[in-house]
């Protein structure tokens, strides 16, 4: 399976947008799906993920309060709201199946990430 991430945008500081996540050609993985993200030059940070029945959420301190992510199963997405968007938010955002071991905010426990979609907040 592969994830695909779509939803993304140029937007000014201020601005709202929803990120949607879903599997190519198949349903969505029952498992806790994570959205992670990548600004130039950093490495892959969490930013937020759901479980498999969207009964409990995650969030990384810096879109706490503005991001908020959910799952709807019988459309076989995931999806990530994202309000009072910041420049800091830039970045590629992904997301993947957690089937690892490192616990919720670690890469490492992430796999078939597929290709990304670009935010850009313009201040």
């Known amino acids: 399976v592969q994830l695909q991430a779509s939803g993304g945008g140029l937007v000014q500081a201020g601005g709202s947008l929803r990120l949607s996540c879903a599997a190519s050609?198949?349903?969505?993985?029952?498992?806790?799906i994570g959205w992670f993200r990548q600004g130039p030059g950093k490495e892959r940070e969490f930013v937020a993920a759901?479980?498999?029945?969207?009964?409990?959420?995650y969030y990384a301190d810096p879109v706490k309060g503005r991001f908020a992510i959910s799952r709807d199963n019988a459309k076989d997405t995931v999806y990530l709201q994202m309000n009072n968007l910041k420049p800091e938010d830039t970045a590629v955002y992904y997301c993947?199946?957690?089937?690892?071991?490192?616990?919720?905010?670690?890469?490492?426990?992430?796999?078939?990430w597929g290709q990304g979609t670009q935010v850009t907040v313009s201040s």
């Open positions: 759901v479980g498999g029945r969207g009964g409990y959420t």
């Open positions: 993947g199946v957690k089937s690892g071991s490192y616990g919720y905010f670690s890469s490492r426990s992430y796999d078939y």
């Open positions: 050609g198949r349903a969505l993985p029952s498992s806790p």
